[in-house]
């Protein structure tokens, strides 16, 4: 099964349920699904930002996994962090999101 | 003494940075489109931008658009909103793209190119002015 991640609200997304479960298993190759894309909102964009070091480890497994990660824009430009992201990961809106998984479309987006 | 607040929220200049410009851009895409309109201009994403002009005396009076609703294209739309009125209609004319990236820092580079829309779509409006 192919899933898509949205992070959508934030509290411990990114430092709990990504950095404590959803990495590790990425990283251990045993998450049990092939994750295809991670699309982040506001301050969960932080992550992506360069020498965020959970950041860095999502975006070594991403690279090696072939998983899109993607900021959203507007909350990338509200933060003055739209190009300050690591190397390849871009920002974008809904229409960005779709066309760049439009080649290897989850089977479930899971928001979390 | 205390410092002058410079925040958008009390200073009397508004803060230029895309989400600001994006912001007051999006109150700007409801207003009612000017007098004069140019040819929308569109890219092959989908992106689609017409500016509308008041002009009086050769000189640009306000400027409005309608676009998608691409928060980097809306932010460098608004700049040019912001920034034309007062211009006399040749000099806006010579508006050039890399300046408005220039003006506005923090956007990818592979946004860069709803700036070259935008300005399309600026100069679209200007060449429409009755002579």
């Known amino acids: 099964m192919k899933v898509a991640y949205i992070f959508a609200t934030q509290r411990h997304n990114v430092s709990y349920v990504l950095a404590k479960m959803i990495l590790p298993q990425l990283e251990e190759k045993r998450h049990g699904a092939s994750v295809v894309g991670m699309f982040f909102f506001e301050d969960n964009n932080y992550v992506l930002v360069k020498d965020n070091p959970i950041g860095a480890r999502l975006h070594k497994v991403a690279k090696e996994q072939g998983i899109l990660l993607m900021g959203c824009d507007q909350c990338c430009y509200e933060r003055e962090i739209a190009d300050k992201l690591f190397a390849g990961v871009p920002i974008g809106c809904f229409p960005d999101l779709y066309k760049a998984l439009s080649g290897n479309p989850p089977d479930q987006v899971i928001t979390l | 003494m205390t410092a002058t607040c410079r925040e958008s929220c009390c200073s009397a200049t508004p803060r230029v940075s895309v989400s600001d410009l994006f912001e007051r851009g999006f109150r700007r895409l409801r207003d009612a489109p000017l007098s004069i309109e140019g040819e929308v201009h569109r890219d092959p994403a989908g992106n689609f931008v017409r500016f509308s002009l008041d002009v009086a005396d050769g000189r640009i009076k306000s400027v409005g658009f309608r676009s998608s609703s691409c928060a980097t294209l809306i932010a460098y739309c ?53 002579t």
Do not use: F, Q
């Open chain 2, 78 to 130: 608004e700049l040019i909103a912001e920034s034309v009125p007062g211009s006399r209609c040749d000099i806006a004319g010579v508006l050039t793209s890399k300046e408005i990236i220039e003006t506005l820092p923090g956007v990818p580079p592979y946004k860069h190119d709803r700036a070259v829309l935008a300005v399309a779509a600026l100069r679209a409006a200007l060449n429409v002015i009755p």
